[in-house]
């Protein structure tokens, strides 16, 4: 397994770290064959090289099976320009490089932390376990023309048909093996870009009789993601929305430190937390290392083919939270915050720990 490391910026390398901790015991365990090769993106890289994606990443990423992705940014780099900022300059290039077209963020409400999760009883009282297959290759992040003048910008949101076509595939294909449900966000009502997205999506959908398919504005997905949780399976959007949508469905689970993603691509995909690198709490140890440990779950399912590997990651994850291995942003009334190191140490002995 040849893996890609990327640490980042912010709490990108607290929490990368912890993760790792947790593939090397799944290392020792399984007696899996792991190849590392560590590479520097964002602020760290332009510090280091000047540049946000420097061509030694590159190479590294595009020899690697699969990449693991802390975070990237930093208020002090945002007066850069365009090319030169971590996000913008790093991140999505890299995802340009390597054809990533799918951004898949499952959303799932661990039991014990319904006491942290700020919607009400009845809500809770149904299982909320939601996929948002989210295009990533196209849409207004990557439309032309795009330009910033000082007096006026512009920032384009275009789709082709046949981009919509395969992450709506994706999406349908995922849905058969879940609930069989696709959900298609969009903004029909005014935006064309969106009026081809639902035409498209419409056109695919006969291809897979035994998924059921519904469209909802943008708008009324976002008050449906609070009101009532439980009715998504497979949420399908674009680049914009999915950003968005996927971001407030941390407040379903109680913490974006909660969330992984696996971005899909031709050949090579990438792994990373929700969240951001959240430069505020860099380095004070309190950051929640879950949603980058749970992106390794994501890794040995999608690039590995091992779900009974990622099956154990969740399973240890989930039993560290329910014995109360939680930081400060999931820690529920009377319970003590746990460090970084503490939640990753206990996710590895149960990890060690784990019979079939």
Not at 49 to 68: H, K, N, S
Not at 225 to 236: A, G, H, K, R, Y
Request: aromatic content about 6%; some cysteine.
């Amino acid at each position: 397994m040849r893996i890609a490391v990327l640490p980042g910026d912010g709490i990108g390398p607290e929490v990368t770290a912890e993760a790792l901790k947790v593939l090397r015991v799944m290392e020792k365990k399984y007696d899996l064959k792991i190849e590392i090769k560590q590479g520097e993106i964002g602020g760290s890289a332009m510090e280091k090289y000047g540049t946000p994606l420097p061509e030694e990443t590159i190479d590294i990423c595009q020899e690697a099976e699969a990449v693991f992705l802390g975070s990237v940014g930093h208020p002090k780099w945002d007066s850069l320009p365009p090319e030169k900022r971590p996000e913008i300059g790093g991140l999505l290039k890299l995802r340009k490089l390597l054809q990533l077209y799918a951004n898949i963020r499952p959303v799932v409400l661990f039991e014990k932390l319904k006491e942290v999760s700020p919607l009400c009883d009845s809500i809770l009282a149904k299982k909320i376990d939601i996929l948002i297959v989210r295009e990533l290759a196209s849409g207004i992040y990557f439309g032309q023309p795009r330009a910033f003048t000082g007096h006026e910008a512009l920032d384009t949101m275009r789709y082709k048909v046949e981009e919509v076509e395969r992450i709506a595939r994706l999406a349908f294909e995922i849905a058969g093996k879940r609930r069989k449900k696709v959900t298609s966000v969009d903004k029909a009502n005014v935006l064309h870009s969106s009026m081809l997205w639902r035409k498209v999506v419409g056109q695919v959908a006969p291809g897979f009789p035994q998924v059921r398919l519904n469209h909802l504005y943008v708008d009324n997905a976002a008050m449906q993601l609070i009101l009532n949780p439980s009715q998504f399976d497979v949420i399908l959007t674009s680049n914009l929305f999915g950003d968005i949508l996927s971001d407030e469905s941390a407040a379903l689970v109680g913490s974006l430190g909660l969330l992984p993603s696996a971005s899909i691509g031709e050949k090579i995909n990438l792994y990373e937390p929700v969240g951001g690198s959240a430069p505020d709490i860099a380095g004070k140890g309190i950051a929640n290392p879950i949603a980058q440990i749970l992106c390794l779950g994501l890794m040995f399912e999608y690039s590995f083919s091992r779900a009974d590997l990622a099956l154990v990651i969740f399973k240890a994850v989930e039993q560290a939270l329910n014995d109360g291995f939680r930081t400060q942003d999931v820690v529920a009334p009377g319970m003590s915050c746990k460090t970084t190191a503490e939640v990753g140490n206990k996710v590895c002995e149960y990890v060690l720990n784990w019979t079939n």
